[in-house]
Nanobody
Framework: VQLQASGGGLVQAGGSLRLSCAASGGTRSTDAIGWFRQAPGKEREFVAAIGWSGGIYYADLVKGRFDISSARNTVYLRMNSLTPEDTGVYFC???????????????WGQGTQVTVSS
């Protein structure tokens, strides 16, 4: 499974961005796509996940601000009301089941940088 994340960039606080994760090659072997992020000097953390066959799961930090959706083999992460604390590299990952831990995901994309200025 290959994952291509895109859509990152520089945005002012309060702004929005939409990230995309295009999945290809054997996607039938996975049922979930998750988004994780890693801020400078911090560990990677879970953001949101969606199952191809259903189910959505958000981290508490982003509930009400982020929206995850899917269409064909692409998963989107719409991020609203961004704050500087949302700055980091955002990774998408694929795994057999939906969940909020890195160990549940077998395949990882290269990451896309999101920078929120104050």
């Amino acid at each position: 499974v290959q994952l291509q994340a895109s859509g990152g960039g520089l945005v002012q606080a309060g702004g929005s961005l939409r990230l995309s994760c295009a999945a290809s090659g054997g996607t039938r072997s996975t049922d979930a796509i998750g988004w994780f992020r890693q801020a400078p000097g911090k560990e990677r953390e879970f953001v949101a996940a969606i199952g191809w066959s259903g189910g959505i799961y958000y981290a508490d930090l982003v509930k009400g601000r982020f929206d995850i959706s899917s269409a064909r083999n692409t998963v989107y992460l719409r991020m609203n009301s961004l704050t500087p604390e949302d700055t980091g590299v955002y990774f998408c990952a694929a795994g057999p089941v939906i969940g909020g831990t890195e160990a549940m995901y077998n395949y990882w994309g290269q990451g896309t940088q999101v920078t929120v200025s104050s």
